[in-house]
DNA sequence: AGCACGCCGACT
DNA sequence: GTCGGCGTGCTC
């Protein structure tokens, strides 16, 4: 009888990712388990491979063409995975054309992996014919007979170095000791400061010394912090750590070691709450869904509930009655709502057992959670999208918030959603899987509708709450009464009341920056970046322009670069202009602005909304981060600048988009006892997602949407497979991108259905960070058509791409069709 | 990514 | 002959 073992490595590389069968040694049969991590000899050289066990077997006989190796050591005593997680990582395998590496690395903890450190030993001190192999000995006797192998080929420094160590081993001179250690889970973390004046810094900026975005924005936010870890800068800054160790070569900013600090909520103590008496619409929720937490089966269901219907008091009861049957429990919600307030609400019901993941942890604390959460220490995982990976066992219900949020979809490989994880991940341990949202996306509620899930409705307002009152302003008539400002003149009289009855104000505009384009009046050129297809955004308050895109920024023209006239000008509006116009308009009042320029810095964006809601600041202005969370009681009017802007996006989720976020800006007035209003700009007055939004009308926004949908074949009635093809030559991409437009059309011949495929075509942003990109689209009923026409393609052109430098993304059903 | 293997030209 | 450089193919 021979053990099995199906193995893939921890590489990410197309070539191998592949299971590979091993033997597992007798001594070794008691230690490798389905999850646990081992060291396999691989390739003709059997260099040492590091890998995770998917599976054990049995067998007789060994009827394979080739010989098996044997598997050569397990590293760790830890089960890094468990059967869902090994079924899982080969479903997201086949559904989101990814390696089992790929798919691994969302369920473990970062920092997983090892390294190898090789040495040499010299065990035959012998004369040598050989020159250079007489130079190695000669080295290693110098080194007392011991020296570390990439020192050794430091020191020989000759292509021709690995072809004499492998003489040598065969020979038995040297023998090479392999170690592997456990790549550091630092609990020491390199931070970095500015190292000079803030004034110096700006002016090396301002004098153009500085020139990189990049470095820029690194500065920007270090000059907000008092030190920041080179991983977080990045993060926040978008820069690599390159840019960061250029400012530090240059004398810019200088890097020390601090200790990490593990838990970021230790020293906070939170008041223990008990549970509500649930209002009558919460009871009947519970009645049910209790019901099928106790009987244990897979079911899901979509809770619908209006904003501050109370949904959060629902999912603390049903996480309870999870936890009273020992069961653990996952709660989704977009990053964005992940503050303290909303922390602190799980932390105060239950305690210690609450895990909080976020992309904030640093990679120590999140080991830290991952191993608390493995452990059964921690039985309820609070966090973003990838949290739905939580290494909990006994799963009785994910929670998923806000459902219809863009941010549940994951734009780098694997493009999972969270949905759809959490739905196979729910039926393979029989959980219940609850959606809740206030504006559900058409897709899940359509499923609702046809009743493949539960339909829980919370429509009440507690404590009587009365509906904010909308009104839509018509900007094309403001503009023929000759008001060319950005308020409307019934916005401005509001504001204006509002800052007489000391009560607050939010502005909402889609669009940071200052204005959308410079453009030169007398010969009509426009700033444009020079590696994309992409107008520059000009922004006041360092006198740039800037590509939201790839981060190229120039300092802004006085005169224009083609015609040398004197007027060119910034045109369109943004955040940081609106800013400007309150302030002239609105004299002496207090403006406050959130966005992706001043949430930068750590926790700058909680210190907004602090400032804000404590200082009763007048107006704050805002892209759509300020759309949700936070209550501000004192907020009663709000005000929806141009709530057209993102209808004629080319997307087929536009309505939807903009139904939810004028519903969720709207939202935030009148949450406390004051009574809310709500101003809506619009060019577009007659637009269904804006009125029925402005009615508080889900239902007519639903039913007519879908209708849409299903006319002209969008998603919940198809699915959308969006491939973009992109790379440095222009023509190389072409040609690619009609070859894989062939073969898909080839493909698809041979499907049951007619699929349409339209394209390739120049994507629509079609020249990104020097890259033209191609876009091929196939609409298809049957997703696994899509997904076999990707695997396809993927297998048999990557080689050629590889080799033109062409890249390719593959999505289905993505939130960005550009 | 390594490494074996094979081919070829340079150097002694 | 031997050495060194380079292209190709393979990985249970």
Not at 87 to 102: E, G, N
Not at 319 to 335: H, N, Q, T, W, Y
């Amino acid at each position: 009888m021979n053990r099995i073992a199906l193995v893939v490595l921890s590489d990410s590389s197309r070539e191998y990712d592949k299971e590979y069968t091993y033997l597992v040694p007798e001594d070794l049969i008691e230690e490798v388990h389905p999850g646990s991590r081992v060291i396999v000899p691989f390739g003709n050289s059997n260099r040492n491979a590091e890998g995770f066990i998917m599976g054990t077997e049995d067998v007789k006989e060994l009827n394979t063409s080739y010989r098996l190796k044997y598997i050569k050591k397990v590293l760790d005593d830890i089960k890094w995975l468990d059967q869902w997680s090994i079924a899982l990582c080969r479903w997201m395998r086949k559904r989101y054309i990814c390696t089992y590496y790929d798919a691994l690395k969302c369920m473990l903890p970062p920092g997983v992996g090892v390294k190898s450190i090789k040495s040499v030993i010299l065990i035959k001190n012998t004369d040598h014919h050989n020159q250079t192999i007489c130079e190695i000995i000669d080295v290693l006797i110098e080194n007392g007979g011991e020296c570390g192998l990439e020192e050794l080929a430091a020191y020989i420094d000759k292509a021709t170095f690995s072809r004499y160590i492998r003489q040598m081993e065969k020979e038995q001179i040297i023998l090479i000791k392999e170690e592997f250690i456990n790549k550091a889970k630092e609990k020491k973390v390199r931070v970095a400061s500015l190292a000079l004046p803030i004034d110096v810094i700006d002016e090396a900026i301002n004098g153009n010394k500085i020139r990189s975005i990049q470095q820029i924005r690194v500065l920007e936010i270090l000059k907000e912090a008092e030190y920041l870890s080179v991983a977080d800068i990045t993060k926040f800054s978008g820069a690599s750590s390159s840019s960061v160790n250029t400012l530090q070569k240059h004398g810019y900013i200088y890097y020390k070691e601090v200790e990490v600090k593990r838990d970021p909520y230790t020293g906070r103590t939170y008041e223990r709450s008990e549970a509500f008496l649930p209002t009558e619409e919460q009871a009947e929720v519970l009645k049910d869904a209790l019901v099928k937490i106790e009987t244990g089966g897979f079911y899901e269901a979509l809770l619908h509930g209006v904003t501050g219907s109370g949904k959060t008091e629902v999912y603390l009861q049903l996480i309870k009655a999870c936890f009273d049957r020992g069961m653990s429990a996952i709660v989704l919600v977009p990053e964005i709502s992940l503050t303290p307030q909303m922390v602190e609400r799980f932390k105060s019901r239950f305690g210690d057992e609450v895990a909080v993941l976020h992309s904030r942890l640093s990679a120590g604390e999140r080991y830290d959670q991952w191993r608390l959460i493995r452990d059964g220490k921690k039985r309820v995982v609070v966090g973003a999208r990838s949290a739905v990976f939580a290494p909990l066992e006994r799963l009785g219900i994910i929670i998923i918030d806000e459902e219809h949020e863009s941010s549940y979809k994951s734009e780098t490989t694997p493009k999972y959603h969270a949905r759809d994880i959490a739905r196979e991940r729910c039926s393979a341990n029989n959980a219940l899987l609850l959606y809740g949202s206030a504006t559900p996306s058409v897709e899940t509620y359509y499923r609702a509708a046809r009743g493949e899930m539960v339909l829980y409705k919370m429509l009440d307002r507690p404590n009587n709450a009365v509906l904010p009152k909308v009104e839509i302003v018509d900007m094309r008539n403001e503009l023929n009464e000759g008001n060319r400002s950005m308020f409307s003149n019934k916005l401005a009289q509001e504001i204006k009341k509002n800052i007489e009855l000391k009560q607050q104000t939010i502005l909402f505009l889609n669009r940071r920056g200052y204005s959308s384009f410079v453009i030169c009046r007398s010969c009509g050129f426009t700033m444009k970046c020079p590696n994309c297809s992409i107008n520059l955004t000009y922004h006041a308050n360092n006198e740039r322009l800037i590509c939201h895109y790839c981060g190229f920024t120039v300092k802004n023209p006085v005169s224009c670069p083609k015609c040398n006239s004197r007027s060119i000008r910034h045109f369109g509006t943004g955040t940081q202009k609106i800013e400007d116009e309150v302030r002239k308009t609105f004299d002496g009042c207090s403006v406050i602005r959130m966005d992706m320029d001043t949430t930068a810095a750590k926790d700058s964006h909680e210190k907004i909304l602090t400032t804000f809601k404590e200082k009763n600041i007048n107006i704050m202005i805002g892209t759509q981060m300020i759309a949700k969370g936070h209550d501000f009681p004192n907020v009663t009017l709000v005000g929806v600048l141009a709530a057209d802007s993102m209808l004629n996006l080319g997307d087929f989720r536009a309505s939807e988009k903009t139904f939810q976020l004028i519903t969720q800006v709207a939202g935030r007035a009148g949450r406390g006892q004051l009574k809310g209003r709500v101003i809506i700009q619009s060019y577009n007055t007659e637009d269904f997602s804006i009125l029925t939004a402005c009615n508080h009308d889900y239902m007519g926004f639903y039913k007519h949407e879908i209708l849409l949908r299903e006319k002209l074949g969008y998603p919940p009635f198809t699915n959308i497979g969006v491939i973009i093809i992109s790379g440095p030559d222009d023509k190389i991409v072409s040609t690619n991108a009609k070859e894989v437009g062939e073969t898909i059309v080839e493909f698809m011949e041979g499907c049951d259905e007619k699929p349409e495929v339209y394209g390739p075509m120049r994507a629509p942003l079609a020249f990104i960070k020097k890259k033209y990109r191609w876009r091929i689209i196939i609409k298809c009923k049957d997703i696994d058509n899509i997904i076999d026409a990707f695997t396809l393609i993927r297998d048999k052109l990557y080689k050629k791409f590889e080799k033109y430098f062409v890249e390719m993304s593959m999505d289905i059903n993505p939130f960005n069709m550009l």
